[in-house]
């Protein structure tokens, strides 16, 4: 799994890929938590579940990130690690993750503030191997 950020104008591109569609939402989610603050910096205290359903996956990965931020900002935490499954139905895609995650230690190391996830450029694919998950966040 791997992670990048991508210049988009005023805003950042986030992408994840993997060999699998789990590996790449882990990613995506690693690269907009890294640009609010250096992910080693955050210790694995809690665990947050979240549950969610969209009927394709690029709404469920656009659900879910929202969804991430907002249990992060509710709970003052961070998420650095992620246990994820998708499973997928007749017309819908499912998604139960385990987010682990801690507090920001020193108010110092704060980056950027990532405000929301957008359908901008978002989109979730096969590419030979890997699976690819992407989008831009409003910073």
Do not use: P
């Amino acid at each position: 799994m791997t992670y990048e950020t991508f210049e988009h104008g005023a805003d950042i591109g986030i992408r994840g890929k993997g060999k699998s569609i789990e590996e790449a939402f882990e990613g995506v989610a690693k690269a907009m938590f890294s640009i609010m603050i250096d992910l080693d910096k955050i210790d694995c205290e809690k665990k947050i579940k979240i549950e969610l359903e969209s009927n394709d996956l690029t709404s469920l990965m656009v659900f879910w990130l929202n969804k991430l931020l907002t249990e992060a900002d509710l709970n003052n935490i961070i998420f650095k690690e992620f246990e994820i499954s998708i499973k997928k139905t007749n017309d819908s895609f499912f998604i139960t993750s385990f987010n682990h995650g801690g507090k920001i230690k020193d108010l110092d190391d704060i980056g950027v503030e990532v405000k929301g996830v957008t359908y901008s450029l978002a989109k979730v694919f096969k590419k030979n191997d890997l699976w690819i998950a992407q989008c831009v966040v409003d910073v």
